[in-house]
């Protein structure tokens, strides 16, 4: 089954699936949580100013898609709440889950950032065991994943969501130049190197930024 979401409506679910993994005491959550989620300068690129009614009207489209839904609240509550619904039509694993939330929020990544940025979410194995998840949702008809090649000074391929609509212009593949390419074999071996190093090196980040 296609997922086609807009900007707006990718960064709303997104948030909504990162809330329920990191903060599921204050989940489902209210409007103005979402905004907050949708706007914050942390875990998310491009940043946004997304005004209420961007997201009220975003939130709307998705429970008409079947993919979040007014929550229960106790009686007297003073604000509506909202979760999401996607595991209920796609059965994706919390693993698959938080990669894929962690494209809509942040955009094109490498392997090892997807395995250090999604632990936050669900706790990830091995590069290896990233690679896997990826290289499923690239084969799976239509794919969930796109791997677009390198950015230029990077020597690690990234791979972005494929959940944008018709109209959207998806980031294009960035192709190594000539006198960079190495052969299959010692190429797969350094990416794998500069990928566990990037991994170690945003760990450390991390931790230095929770400090």
Not at 7 to 12: A, C, G, L, W
Not at 81 to 87: G, K, L, S
Not at 184 to 198: D, M, T
């Amino acid at each position: 089954m296609s997922l086609q979401l807009n900007f707006n409506q990718r960064r709303v679910l997104g948030v909504m699936i990162e809330k329920a993994f990191t903060t599921p005491d204050q989940y489902p959550l209210t409007i103005n949580a979402v905004v907050s989620g949708c706007n914050q300068k942390s875990n998310r690129s491009p940043v946004t100013s997304l005004t209420e009614g961007d997201v009220v009207h975003a939130v709307q489209e998705l429970v008409h898609m079947g993919l979040a839904k007014l929550a229960d609240v106790p009686r007297g509550a003073r604000s509506n709440r909202y979760e999401h619904c996607i595991t209920s039509k796609y059965a994706w694993s919390p693993k698959e889950l938080a990669i894929l939330t962690e494209l809509m929020l942040r955009g094109p990544q490498t392997v090892g950032e997807l395995r250090t940025r999604c632990d936050r979410m669900s706790s990830m194995p091995e590069l290896q065991n990233v690679q896997n998840m990826l290289d499923t949702f690239q084969s799976n008809d239509p794919p969930e994943v796109v791997n677009i090649g390198r950015a230029a000074g990077q020597s690690a391929v990234r791979y972005r969501h494929n959940f944008q609509t018709d109209d959207e212009q998806p980031e294009t593949v960035e192709a190594l130049a000539p006198d960079r390419e190495a052969s299959p074999s010692r190429e797969a071996g350094l990416l794998a190197r500069i990928e566990s190093l990037e991994a170690r090196v945003q760990a450390i980040e991390t931790r230095q930024s929770d400090v």
